[in-house]
């Protein structure tokens, strides 16, 4: 069975989802889009995915920031205002009777080409929107056994020339990463920057705990997570020490607890990286910041 921080508990009611396609409504299995669209072509385009909770999308503020940002990254001209955008996922939530434990995915690339090609000027349409959202509770099974990683030699790109903050349709290299965690017998991927130091997952940001601080990369090489965010901001709320610094495995293999946050499973703990179990199996700084994210999740 597969074992991540993406399980899910099974849900049937996803079998009759009904799926928006440029604001139209289709069932799961008649939702398509073209051949020609510029995502399929050529990964052109940018995504967004967040939690609905009690009637609420969480951190939505943050999640449209994002979306906007990474539009204008590759300069693609949204024709919608934020609150369009909202009220058309609020279309798709109650279409659906959906409440809580949804995860809703939005897709948006350039539109249709006139013909397989990378140029933006080929392209005959408006941009497509595709909202996608699904019954998913996360399994407590991840949460409570923990994930294992192994280090990818696959890097985390530049912000040269990819930037790794940058929510796009190309995730080529992630998915490389992964596969080969997968073939050495771990859950997911750690990922290291141009340089050597620790990035990120290859869908999750990556923490450690040692003497009683929590580390993180500097950001200038990871994605740019919104829980991420929040766990930072909540260390800074209750007075724990949060290090956005450079560190190495070196640094990892040593450390007390090491977790990774994502917007679908929260704060995940990791039990072991590359083989070497982490820390003595005690997790109180994970279990601490996984019970303050939940309660800004409430609360926020």
């Keep these: 069975m597969i074992h991540g921080t993406h399980n899910a508990e099974p849900d049937s009611r996803n079998e009759d989802v009904l799926i928006s396609v440029n604001g139209e409504l289709f069932p799961r299995n008649e939702a398509k889009i073209s051949v020609f ?85 080929l392209t005959i349409s408006g941009p497509n929107v595709v909202i996608i959202a699904e019954h998913k509770k996360a399994s407590e099974d991840s949460a409570s056994r923990g994930i294992t990683l192994f280090t990818s030699t696959i890097r985390r790109g530049s912000p040269d020339y990819l930037d790794p903050r940058l929510n796009c349709h190309s995730k080529l290299h992630e998915v490389q990463a992964l596969a080969q965690a997968l073939e050495a017998g771990a859950d997911e991927a750690l990922m290291l ?48 020490v949060c290090r956005e610094k450079d560190f190495s495995l070196f640094d ?9 946050t994502g917007s679908f499973g929260g704060l995940t703990p990791v039990t072991k990286i590359d083989g070497r179990i982490i820390g003595d199996g005690l997790r109180p700084m994970t279990e601490r910041l996984s019970g303050l994210y939940k309660e800004l999740v409430n609360n926020g």
């Design 252 to 260: 990892v293999y040593s450390a007390d607890e090491a977790f990774v």
């Design 37 to 121: 669209d510029s995502g399929y072509l050529v990964g052109d385009g940018v995504w967004e995915a967040m939690r609905l909770y009690e009637g609420k999308l969480a951190f939505l503020d943050l999640h449209l920031d994002r979306l906007w940002a990474g539009a204008a990254a590759i300069h693609l001209a949204l024709p919608f205002s934020r609150e369009e955008f909202v009220g058309s996922i609020r279309e798709v939530l109650d279409a659906n009777e959906m409440v809580s434990d949804v995860h809703v995915r939005v897709m948006v690339t350039r539109g249709i080409k006139k013909t397989p090609s990378q140029d933006p000027r």
């Design 193 to 240: 920057d141009v340089r050597g130091f620790v990035s990120t997952c290859n869908a999750t940001n990556f923490f450690i705990v040692r003497g009683g601080e929590v580390w993180t990369s500097t950001g200038a090489y990871c994605m740019n997570g919104i829980t991420r965010h929040n766990v930072i901001r909540i260390c800074s709320e209750n007075d724990i």
